[in-house]
């Protein structure tokens, strides 16, 4: 099944709060509905136009490499 086929349906990796990375499929943890909240509200946002061609959340990993690359 395609990365964004999966998105489509959920994205869900099995557990709860665990999801599947739009970008390589790799599951991670979303923290939204921790007391803390997501981990990646603690980094810088990601401008608009780097979102557009995933379809949904990014792991810790691709997030960092969208964000180096929105950087110039």
Do not use: T
């Not at 349906?9 to 665990?18: F, I, Q, V």
């Not at 997501?38 to 980094?43: F, G, Q, V, Y």
């Amino acid at each position: 099944m395609k990365v964004k086929e999966a998105n489509r349906r959920g994205g869900g990796a099995g557990r709860a709060g665990e999801s599947r990375c739009a970008r390589c499929g790799a599951p991670f943890h979303c923290g939204i509905d921790d007391a803390g909240g997501c981990w990646c509200a603690k980094l810088p946002p990601l401008p608009r136009e780097g979102y557009a061609a995933e379809g949904g959340c990014l792991c810790e990993a691709c997030l960092n490499e969208a964000l180096k690359a929105a950087r110039g």
